[in-house]
């Protein structure tokens, strides 16, 4: 039997997971494969939220839209941090994680045959959802610092494409898109009247002096912006699956078409709890920052003695996406290096046809020492092959 779903790209951290099994229980096992911040939210925030492990309401769904209160809050926040002003009436829903937000987006507005330009390297599961929907992605390389080429962007739209996206700051390459270039490709959707879909789920994960540009934040593109963001990275909530999707009152009223069908609503205990964050303030985040810009400070000087390790800096994200000198199959590489090291790393090559060659390195969790342990193993292994 045929699956429509045949033509889709299987999700290859489910393969890669699977691959790793036999490393998980190994005390020697280091993954620096998942992309997770290593910080959870404040004491406070998760002891206010255990005292309503009683409460009737943490146990039924909320509105299928998310809970008002969250949403109000989420527009002060939004409109306080990243300069968006945003209706919670009307222009904000609450979904499970951005990677519903996205999916959701793009079952609203995209019809089967109609493509999506995707800036390579890219988010697989973006890739994914856009097969899902029957839509054709279409990537479009970046240059040699991972920003994104808005000449090539603006060559490759055509009479079927029906949105833009951009990830910035970006996963898997880290880059933080420039505020001109973010501009051009806006003016390039109010051009063509094609959607710009904003994936800005790593927001405030900024170093190096880089600053994150909303394009929503420029009050001629409302109609053809639509941002996504997660709590799951910023404010270290990952497990709790809660985004979020800011966009017209006229998508979004047909975006609930899609919040019903596939989940109704977001987890109201993560619902709940992100409420706390948001009222009890996010200052944590900056002392997170702190502890992550030393890692990564580390992370670039170790990376830059390995020789077949060609790495470019950039300001976002805590990850790094080096270049292996004569690499031509990264899937093979990582499982090389996981056999050999019981480290598990990503390839390059699930990033798309321009990510070959490369492998991704999360360093979120880790401390400084395992840092220096699994640049200890790399180098080795480096060495020896």
């Not at 003016?187 to 994150?212: K, P, Q, V, W």
């Amino acid at each position: 039997m045929k699956f429509r779903t045949h033509d889709v790209m299987p999700p290859p951290i489910v393969e890669l997971m699977k691959a790793a099994e036999g490393y998980f229980n190994s005390p020697e096992f280091l993954n620096l494969g998942q992309g997770l911040t290593g910080y959870i939210p404040p004491k406070e925030s998760l002891r206010v939220l255990s005292e309503q492990i009683w409460n009737p309401s943490l146990h039924r769904y909320t509105p299928d839209q998310g809970l008002l209160e969250l949403r109000e809050e989420l527009a002060l926040y939004m409109r306080r941090v990243h300069g968006i002003d945003a209706n919670p009436q009307d222009e904000i829903v609450i979904t499970a994680g951005a990677n519903q937000a996205f999916a959701g987006a793009i079952m609203t507005i995209l019809e089967v045959g109609e493509n999506v330009i995707v800036p390579d390297p890219y988010y697989f599961n973006s890739v994914m959802a856009i097969q899902l929907a029957g839509g054709r992605p279409k990537p479009v390389p970046v240059d040699v610092n991972f920003q994104i080429d808005v000449d090539a962007i603006a060559r490759a739209v055509d009479d079927r494409t029906k949105a833009i996206l951009l990830v910035s700051p970006n996963n898997p390459t880290g880059a933080v898109y420039k505020k001109r270039l973010v501009d051009s490709v806006v003016d390039l959707c109010l051009e063509h009247d094609i959607m710009l879909i904003s994936d800005e789920t790593y927001a405030r994960i900024i170093f190096d002096g880089g600053n994150h540009y909303s394009p929503r934040s420029r009050r001629d593109a409302d109609e053809n912006v639509i941002t996504l963001g997660s709590f799951s990275k910023d404010l270290g909530m990952a497990g709790w699956r809660v985004g979020f999707i800011v966009a017209s009152s006229s998508v979004i009223k047909e975006y609930m078409k899609i919040q019903d069908t596939l989940a109704i609503c977001a987890p109201t205990a993560g619902q709940m709890l992100a409420l706390e964050v948001l009222r009890n303030g996010t200052d944590y985040v900056d002392f997170e920052m702190e502890r992550l810009a030393h890692l990564r400070d580390l992370a670039y000087v170790r990376l830059r003695d390995i020789d077949r390790l060609e790495v470019t800096r950039t300001a976002g994200t805590f990850y790094l996406f080096p270049r292996v000198s004569g690499c031509t199959d990264s899937q093979s590489l990582v499982l090389d290096i996981l056999r050999e090291t019981s480290t598990l790393l990503l390839p390059g090559r699930i990033f798309g046809v321009a990510g070959e060659g490369h492998i991704r390195i999360s360093i979120g969790p880790l401390t400084p020492e395992a840092v220096d342990e699994a640049f200890d193993r790399l180098e080795t292994y480096f060495e020896e092959h």
